[in-house]
């Protein structure tokens, strides 16, 4: 992940200059933690994992929660000379058939917290594009921030130096198990997780569909907390659950074109 920060400044730097219309500081950060996340693609095939880099940056009032590749996607394919640099890499992940550093929208969405007010959840993502007759549609949703009842248990141990404590919860239809820091008196975490006395850093479902561990924090020389819109699209305002059928169903139509499908949503309640 030190590579892949160094990596992304860079790139943040280039996209800062080319890019200032399409960010909107919201405030500083005094926090910025990275997550390897695994994401199973084919329940039936587990070996089939989509690998992530996530970033939850956390400012006095508002935190976000992204894909670093996802970002640095939209900042390039946006530019004439990043989207140059995109193409090339494109064509060498084709050309030597590893994808590692392909260009390109892993985890869809941004996450923020308390945005744009206390309490509130709001994530900024796109829907459709399976193929090229469907459409790319840009949508936002907000939601109060969900309220997780934790089972504190006895189990102990350590994460990069910090002595962790897990806790375990059922949300939204899958039981999760979550490591945090009493060393870090941050109530954040990865995706939409929190409530903790202290920062969660490692979280994984009781089946281990999707995982996140923590492999680094920064808290000095951050970017402030930050809406993106590098694509300079309006947001049509949707529901949380509305999104997760329409997905699903554009999913299982365009499912002899997608190589996976055979996975579900991090939230299921919207089978209910």
């Known amino acids: 992940m030190n590579t892949l920060y160094l990596i992304g400044g860079?790139?943040?730097?280039?996209?800062?200059?080319?890019?200032?219309?399409?960010?909107?500081?919201?405030?500083?950060?005094?926090?910025?933690?990275?997550?390897?996340?695994?994401?199973v693609r084919d329940t039936l095939d587990r070996s089939q994992v989509m690998k992530d880099q996530m970033i939850l940056r956390i400012g006095k009032n508002v935190s976000q929660f992204y894909s670093w590749y996802t970002l640095q996607g939209d900042s390039m394919w946006t530019d004439p000379t990043g989207r140059k640099i995109a193409i090339d890499k494109t064509l060498e992940s084709i050309r030597t058939r590893n994808n590692d550093n392909l260009i390109c929208k892993r985890t869809n969405g941004y996450i923020y917290k308390s945005y744009p007010q206390k309490g509130i959840i709001?994530?900024?993502?796109?829907?459709?594009?399976?193929?090229?007759?469907?459409?790319?549609?840009?949508?936002?949703?907000?939601?109060?921030?969900?309220?997780?009842?934790?089972?504190?248990?006895?189990?102990?141990?350590?994460?990069?130096?910090?002595?962790?404590?897990?806790?375990?919860?059922?949300?939204?239809?899958?039981?999760?198990?979550?490591?945090?820091?009493?060393?870090?008196?941050i109530d954040n975490g990865p995706w939409k997780l929190g409530g903790l006395p202290g920062l969660i850093v490692e979280a994984y479902d009781s089946q281990d569909y999707y995982h996140y561990t923590l492999t680094g924090i920064q808290t000095q020389n951050l970017q402030p907390v930050t809406f993106y819109n590098y694509w300079e699209k309006v947001f049509e305002k949707t529901t949380r659950l509305d999104y997760l059928r329409k997905d699903r169903q554009s999913k299982d139509k365009a499912a002899d074109k997608l190589k996976y499908t055979r996975y579900d949503f991090l939230e299921l309640d919207y089978h209910q």
Request: with cysteine; charged share 20%.
């Open 10 to 39: 860079l790139l943040f730097t280039f996209a800062s200059q080319a890019f200032a219309e399409k960010r909107t500081v919201i405030e500083p950060a005094i926090m910025e933690c990275q997550y390897d996340h695994t994401a």
């Open 122 to 185: 709001t994530t900024y993502i796109t829907q459709g594009g399976e193929d090229m007759k469907t459409p790319i549609v840009y949508l936002y949703f907000s939601e109060e921030t969900p309220q997780q009842t934790w089972e504190m248990q006895d189990s102990t141990k350590q994460v990069l130096g910090y002595i962790c404590q897990l806790a375990t919860t059922r949300f939204r239809g899958r039981l999760w198990y979550a490591w945090f820091t009493p060393d870090i008196p």
